[in-house]
């Protein structure tokens, strides 16, 4: 066991006005198995990368071991995966990497195959097993569920949970809670660490949060009645301090003496309930400083003149001569929150693409009617480009309402001046979601929507998708939320 102590952590990027992080410091232990998590942009990955010695920063951070960081970067992908292990790791041993091959399910034909003919399942569990065969490393793991589907998930979850020493970015509930002990969070004003797994991380969070609600309630009530209070008494020392000047019904000269001692004594009363009151906007100032903007969501979708909108019959997808998937039927009802489930390459985005009207090759029927509209949310982030203004007016939404959603998904304004090819993963995948939601459809077709988005905004969209009722076909491989949100699951 040893320790990784970071102190007076202090890093902003080239160029920004803004730290990412500012004078923290915390003390991590290398045998935990650390769930981090927090809202997009607020600096995990740039935290990975400070402990790697990537940027310059202030403060110190000391360790005394070696960090590896997963995904590797792999530059040759044509290569045989056994020359791609060997460029990773030289002085790898065969029979190690045979036993974490095992564990995780991968045959070892997958060595004697291109990289990139690897599914991207198959991809992420042979860059994991050469993770954990090296020594004497703490282990960087970066969201690693994002490619894979829900089965593949479970067994990496139950793998993880076998290993220890490493922190592990996610934002899959069920899976951080199978696989880890403690909680790394960055949160809106500090960072902190808390054992347990991610579901009591998160209970402990609404207790603190409800806490710092009433004690917020409280405090403005004081400060309401403490603010009136002195007004009054200021008031009353104010007219006290003009009657000197007066004179008394029986025409007797006032005393101006004792007069101007009791306004002097009523206006130091007023200036102690000042005090008070100031001190109570002091104490005001340190709380809510860890609640979560997680304001509700609104979809408005059309009505549609039917209650089927849609209908597969006997559905085969073809590329070239390779068979997708074969004899698919189902409907899709008004209403409905249909899941597509099925293993990696079972033809889930194939089949969302057929629906949606991309032109592929298929065999048998689909009937949809002429007058559907749809809104289509697409895996793929990496053609966004621009500033979101004139994002918003070429996709003809309203650019008020886009980037009201964007901020209750916690974009800072800041972010609406930048341009969207530097978003993080997550903040990209919340563009495509809030112009989905601008959009006004009878349907919402949704792949993979939650890659790379936080936990919070996560559930933001549970609540949002089981107010509104929308009519919406999704693939998603996040099994909490899939539960949470199908009416009907439709194994491939």
């Known amino acids: 066991m040893s320790l ?23 003390q991590l232990d290398t045998d935990w198995k650390l769930g981090f998590t927090g809202r997009n942009g607020r600096g995990k990955t740039t935290f990975l990368n400070l402990l790697l010695g990537k940027y310059e920063y202030s403060g110190n951070i000391s360790a005394n071991v070696t960090f590896d960081y997963f995904p590797f970067h792999v530059e040759n992908k044509e290569y045989m995966t056994l020359d791609v292990i060997e460029d990773i790791y030289p002085d790898y041993l065969q029979w190690k990497l045979m036993r974490e091959l095992t564990l995780l399910k991968v045959s070892e034909d997958v060595l004697y195959r291109p990289f990139d003919s690897l599914s991207n399942g198959e991809q992420t569990k042979v860059l994991l097993a050469t993770l954990f065969i090296k020594e004497n490393s703490f282990l960087l793991i970066d969201e690693p569920t994002n490619h894979l589907d829900i089965h593949a998930r479970k067994l990496v979850s139950d793998y993880l949970s076998t290993k220890n020493g490493f922190i592990l970015v996610s934002h899959d509930r069920s899976f951080l809670d199978n696989c880890v002990d403690h909680i790394l969070s960055i949160n809106k004003t500090n960072i902190e660490i808390q054992k347990g797994n991610f579901s009591a991380w998160w209970e402990n969070k609404k207790r603190q949060d409800q806490f710092e609600l009433a004690s917020d309630e409280k405090l403005r009530k004081d400060i309401k009645r403490l603010s009136e209070s002195a007004k009054r008494t200021g008031n009353w020392s104010h007219e006290v301090e003009k009657s000197k000047n007066g004179t008394r019904n029986s025409g007797s000269k006032v005393d101006k003496g004792y007069i101007g001692h009791k306004a002097a004594k009523m206006m130091k009363r007023s200036k102690n309930i000042e005090q008070r009151q100031q001190s109570a906007i002091d104490e005001k100032s340190k709380l809510l400083k860890n609640i979560e903007n997680s304001e509700s969501l609104k979809i408005s979708q059309l009505t549609f003149h039917k209650n089927q909108l849609a209908e597969l019959d006997d559905v085969s997808i073809f590329y070239g001569d390779k068979t997708v998937c074969a004899n698919i039927s189902f409907s899709i009802e008004k209403g409905e929150r249909i899941a597509l489930s099925g293993k990696n390459g079972s033809g ?25 509209k749809i809104s289509y949310v697409s895996q793929d982030t990496s053609d966004l480009q621009g500033n979101l203004s004139d994002y918003a007016a070429s996709n003809g939404i309203e650019e008020s309402l886009f980037k009201s959603i964007l901020r209750k998904l916690d974009f800072s304004r800041l972010q609406f001046e930048k341009d969207i090819s530097a978003f993080s993963g997550g903040q990209k995948k919340k563009v495509l979601l809030a112009k989905s939601l601008c959009e006004e459809v009878h349907l919402h077709i949704w792949d993979e929507p939650l890659n790379f988005i936080d936990v919070i905004s996560r559930m933001q969209i549970e609540e949002l998708l089981l107010d509104y009722s929308p009519t919406i076909l999704f693939v998603e491989h996040d099994s909490e939320f899939c539960k949470n949100i199908a009416t009907k699951v439709i194994e491939l």
Do not use: C, M, P
């Open 4 to 26: 990784i102590n970071v102190s007076n952590l202090t890093f902003a990027y080239e160029g920004s006005y803004d730290n990412i992080f500012e004078n923290v410091s915390f």
């Open 348 to 372: 889930k985005s194939s089949i969302l693409k057929l629906i949606y009207g991309v032109d592929l090759k298929y065999t048998g029927h689909i009937r949809k009617d002429s007058q559907l």
